[in-house]
T-cell receptor, first 115, second 112 residues
Framework: AQKVTQAQTEISVVEKEDVTLDCVYE???????LFWYKQPPSGELVFLIR????DEQNEISGRYSWNFQKSTSSFNFTITASQVVDSAVYFC????WGAGYALNFGKGTSLLVTP | EPEVTQTPSHQVTQMGQEVILRCVPI?????FYWYRQILGQKVEFLVS????????KSEIFDDQFSVERPDGSNFTLKIRSTKLEDSAMYFC??????????FGPGTRLTVL
């Protein structure tokens, strides 16, 4: 069985602050994929990143960065210099390695960035 | 940029009625999915579809639910006899190789 825990239900920051969203997962699989999705107030789910379990290299994309630590089963997401447009619910998700598996989502973290 | 589309954006129905939610996946994608999200809760998997058959389904996807790919472009979710607890946002997703899934904008289903 797979499980994703996002312990932070809501986070509120002021614009330009850095913020880290935590994601801890459980799986018996030795290989798997991890994902982050963004759900803005408009409701759609926007794919942000996919990470393979055998690739522990951290990734940076503009103001976004992801820290994958297999030893602690964590896949944390940091937004640097947050902006109001970053306000959204962010979901971490997990699938087994291979094609066509269901995404197992965490409960999400609601991020509010105020001016 | 290609995207997944869903219709309608909002469906209101009476309890016990049948509803069909429609999705047009990205054209070269081979894997199709339905998820639902009850208001304020996490996104839950319903069913996945590949090579014209269901490949995986959750406990939520009982006999009241069915999926179909009636032609080369549409992917539908049917709920035979809706219940109040079926009220949720229903998301369709598609994937080219079965890992990165791209979601449609969702259909909000309200059962009265």
């Amino acid at each position: 069985a797979q499980k994703v825990t996002q312990a932070q239900t809501e986070i509120s920051v002021v614009e330009k602050e850095d913020v880290t969203l935590d994601c801890v997962y459980e799986t018996r699989d030795t290989t798997y994929y991890l994902f982050w999705y963004k759900q803005p107030p408009s409701g759609e789910l926007v794919f942000l990143i996919r990470r393979n379990s055998f690739d522990e290299q951290n990734e940076i994309s503009g103001r976004y960065s992801w820290n994958f630590q297999k030893s602690t089963s964590s896949f944390n997401f940091t937004i640097t210099a947050s902006q109001v447009v970053d306000s959204a619910v962010y979901f971490c998700a997990l699938t087994p390695w291979g094609a066509g598996y269901a995404l197992n989502f965490g409960k999400g973290t609601s991020l509010l960035v105020t001016p | 940029e290609p995207e997944v589309t869903q219709t309608p954006s909002h469906q209101v129905t009476q309890m016990g009625q049948e509803v069909i939610l429609r999705c047009v996946p990205i054209s070269n994608h081979l894997y199709f999915y339905w998820y639902r999200q009850i208001l304020g809760q996490k996104v839950e998997f319903l069913v996945s579809f590949y090579n014209n058959e269901i490949s995986e389904k959750s406990e939520i996807f009982d006999d009241q639910f069915s999926v179909e790919r009636p032609d080369g472009s549409n992917f539908t979710l049917k709920i035979r006899s809706t219940k109040l607890e079926d009220s949720a946002m229903y998301f369709c997703a598609s994937s080219e190789q079965g890992n990165e899934q791209f979601f449609g904008p969702g259909t909000r289903l309200t059962v009265l």
